[in-house]
């Protein structure tokens, strides 16, 4: 196998960081790094759901993702300037709503909306990754800041585990975890797994981006995974505990 | 296990129909229909590529996925009436375009377009299957119309093989194949996967919407989905070949 | 006089048919053709009115026209992606509407909204009058489920007739009746008018396309369209009874 | 017959007045008066044709309408600020752009374009036949300017005729001329019909507000409507003569 | 000093003219003219506020301001027809309903809402000083009709001063009052100033367009726009008088 | 007086630092903070000019200013969700370009267009002065970046001088240097000054909130304003020569 292009083995992530409380205002916020991908997640907890929700007794959890203009090597037009929303925008903010839904009790949360903002200050792959990983932090000391304020009521905890996401790819005919720029663009099969901490999967999403993949690289990849997001639920953890 | 709604069998597909040359104008169009689900696809070809692809000497190949407002139960409001395109239908066109490119060898293309038109004219669950299923016999018509005309000079066939998807999803504890609408809401996760001829992924894309799922769960989805688009590519034959 | 591109008498209407109950959801839904022109015409009944009519007692009845994108011989965009609706589609839309209000008692109605989409599948000439005569019997039968199931409670027949619509124009300074695309792009005047079925107008819109034209010319146009819409209404007529 | 609210015949026209050289900048500028509605019609000519005319040594005449927020008696939000065209306007500069058009041989225009802007300043029942009466005399005025300096060098005049509108509504059971706002909301049937110098028909748009109306009640509308028409034209030649 | 073009001191004002109710609807309106600039401002009063400002007890007044796509030499496309309303358009509708409301105490207004709409009918330098002298004296003929009508019920006047406001600029090397077009484009420096009727600062915005300007500069234009703004003053008064 | 919020004196800037070197992909990017107001100014320059400035010679600096939904104590909707861009945000964008322009020599900068992407991380009052000052260091470094590499090839640097900005208000009757959010909101007069490193004015926005202001304030304000810009100089400075 060729060497990956920043020295690292094929299971092995980029350095992560994650960096709490980096907002002064936000009720949970975090700074998540993956490498030099680089993801501020603030999440909003506000009273009071969306209309077609009311009166359901639960509560609310959606993200919205974006991207700085210039956090990519050449510069993007701003979609509030064009107007509208672009379909990757519109995939990657859904996703990591389904992803952090999954861990949340919204019976346990009450009548209550966590908006979680996810905007890609710097992009160097795996942005959306990053940004589920990250959330998931900030939702989680949303959470401890409603239910230290009395406002989320319920004794029970509302989130009933963790959620953190990775890439995998093959690439040069290499199964690789954590995909940079370089690797995701020279990829043939791209996949993006959102795993609980307990293991399970949440989302499973590849593609072939250039010859059709068959079960045994499915599998491969799978593995791959499965290793990284338990590595990224540790890391979660332990930001946590700081 | 409890009986489907509709009496099938768990690994057994809705009653399957593909109607070719459906439209007069268009180069390829089919009106596919899975069980009570029906889209309306129609294929466009045109001499060009859009502005970034000029002087590659590659075609292009892309779909637009859109519903008609009362192919609901509920009617929906018009997107065009909104005057934004949604998150859901974005994400759908994109994935249809990705599974048709993956077997098209834009090289052989030359510098053509071909854009997919994918309209739902009634919805009972899986319309982005069937879409992809239909879209892919439009899109062999296209391309034989523009080889017939000398359009498409290549001596190569420009489709390196065939696509079909289904959808599949744990219901009640079960896997099963080509879910209705009244399985879709109820399942606890639903997958759709994009498959090729001889049988190698191109999509899989699986949602945990209750619990998250397993290994084994996965692999159980996969193994039915592999069943499932088996069948479709030789419907797809069989109709090609009328 | 030159004969008709497809053989017919000045005065005769291509073939015309009604297929009612085209879709499964709505309360009433009508594939109509009038040729190789091909709308699909749905009629969704909700209980309630818009806002500024509350309170009236009166019912509403609106109409959407749209054409997907490869109905014709050439793709068009789709108004969705551009984002707005253009001034043609908002036209067609209005005239429906009120085509069809003419022949609503819309206090019998009771405060129910029904509203009419007209989708153009193929498109060859004549979309708005064909989209006109096939939404007439698509309300018929809402109005009837709605009877039937007791949400429309007047004793009183809401519809007070029934409305078809026909194109007339002046082709080769011939006037001839139910013009056909290629006859449509030669004529020099070109009028389509609605019509009760008791033979009263509803709307007569005639415009000079080439030079402008005298009163003969408009009287010898109306004549042919009170002649097709006679026809019109007894199609209408035979496709409920049955 | 019951009077009319100001008093005027069934036949008779509201005081009109036509004030050409309104503006400064534009090359044909009228403020036209019908009673109290008042339109600011100004015609702008550029060199060069839109791209889909281009090499065709055709020129271009189009007209934009539009109401100011508050022409009318309650405040309208404005367009701009909505964000989108409603259907009414759209029509309505639609048919005045088509209006203009019967009177303009394109051929001598040579390759330039001329955009009739009509703003209505205040509106009391029809605006668009004070504009269409108004823009006439301004794109008149627009293209002896351009004549004057050279830029359309056809020796022969691109005008082909000059062209006027009214508005006919029966009231009340009436046919009557030239409906103000009170009448224009009462009125059974309401149509307007645009008309060259020579009297005859360029558009005709008539529409049945309460009861369908027959052919008698047609023909009495068409009467008054080129009687109206007859007067517009004189008083257009008599501005233009100033 | 050289001459300016319209032969004015540096001094002098343009010949300013208001003419109040040139509207027949408007509870206030009129037409301003700064020289050739003339911009036409209706002030509609509706009883209500917005919803943010409900339960307060005070009223609201606000702005818009456009122009006519032919109020300036070079035709401009029409705001509603782009979509999106331009970043000065917006700038200057905030800056007049600023300076109004400095003069308006909300809370002898009631919860009652004034909207000014200033639209240009003809550009030629100054039209948002035009626009806010102009509206000044709309927004007061619109006070006085409700107070005349009871509508507005406190004793005390709810206008606690006057408002106008002028533009002063640097033109070769020359401190300039009330700029044309011609000299718009040449100044060195530009300077928006809103004053009260008692000679105090409600707005300054000074702008460097070719070198930045020093202290001197700067108090030499706002002497000119102090005395500009005082003859302003005397002239709403006498206008109001009328 | 009474003491400030933060304890500092009227004169006295808050803690102001300039990170240089922020992002990895941008020719320039600053991290400025003026207390907890956190702006991320990035610097992307392009080889080419907007069409309108082709073939001048000349090259284009421009500025797009936003706030990320939850820099603010409450979250705001998306602009790019809402589909428009506010009137404030095009405000300050327009404020940030033709502030930087004025120490641009467009000449010597060839035609190379640099775009100023100005984000708030997070807002504490002074988010457009902040921008403004970050902007210039992300600007100075691009154009060093660009003559390095011999992109923009004239010997004479493009960069005039440089630029800065703070705001100054009348806070309970105190004129204070430096707003943050608490003493924004309780202003009577707010002014945002921008001035050269040599002392000039390049603009100079004062509204009164409250009560209009007179000539003292104004120039007490403009004081207080030149000795913050001073310190901002040097500031500037010395984050450049590090």
Redesign the interface.
């Known amino acids: 196998m060729t060497e990956r292009a920043d020295g690292r083995a094929a299971d092995e992530l980029r350095p992560v960081t994650i960096t709490r409380n980096w907002?002064?205002?936000?009720e949970g916020?975090v700074l998540v790094e993956f490498g030099?991908t680089r993801v501020?997640c603030?999440a909003?907890f506000?009273e009071g759901v969306p209309r077609w929700r009311k009166g359901s007794g639960q509560g609310w959890v959606t993200a919205?993702y974006?991207m700085?203009?210039?956090?990519?090597?050449t510069?993007s037009d701003?979609?509030?300037?064009k107007?509208?929303?672009?379909?990757?925008?519109?995939?990657i903010?859904?996703l990591i709503g389904?992803s952090l839904r999954?861990v949340v009790d919204t019976a346990q949360l009450g009548e209550n909306t966590i908006?979680l903002?996810c905007?890609v200050?710097?992009a160097?792959g795996g942005t959306r990754t990053a940004a589920i990983t990250g959330a998931y932090v900030a939702l989680a000391d949303a959470i401890s800041w409603a239910r230290g304020k009395g406002i989320v009521k319920a004794s029970k905890q509302p989130l009933t585990g963790s959620v953190s996401a990775i890439s995998v790819g093959v690439v040069g005919g290499v199964p690789v975890l954590d995909l940079p720029y370089v690797e995701d663009v020279a990829a043939e099969t791209d996949?993006n797994v959102v795993?609980?901490g307990d293991?399970?999967?949440?989302?499973?999403?590849?593609?072939?981006e250039g010859?059709?993949?068959?079960?045994a690289e499915?599998d491969a990849l799978?593995d791959l995974a499965l290793g990284g997001t338990a590595t990224l639920a540790a890391l979660q953890a332990e930001a946590l505990a700081r």
Chains 1, 2, 3, 4, 5, 6 share one sequence.
């Open positions: 907002l002064d205002h936000a916020s030099r501020l603030a909003s506000t919205e974006a700085l203009p210039r956090s990519t090597n510069r701003r979609e509030s300037v107007g509208k929303i672009g379909g990757r925008t519109h995939e903010s859904r389904r999954a908006v903002d905007d200050l710097q160097d996949m795993v609980t293991g399970r999967f949440v989302e499973v999403q590849g593609t072939a010859a059709p993949f068959d079960r499915l799978l």
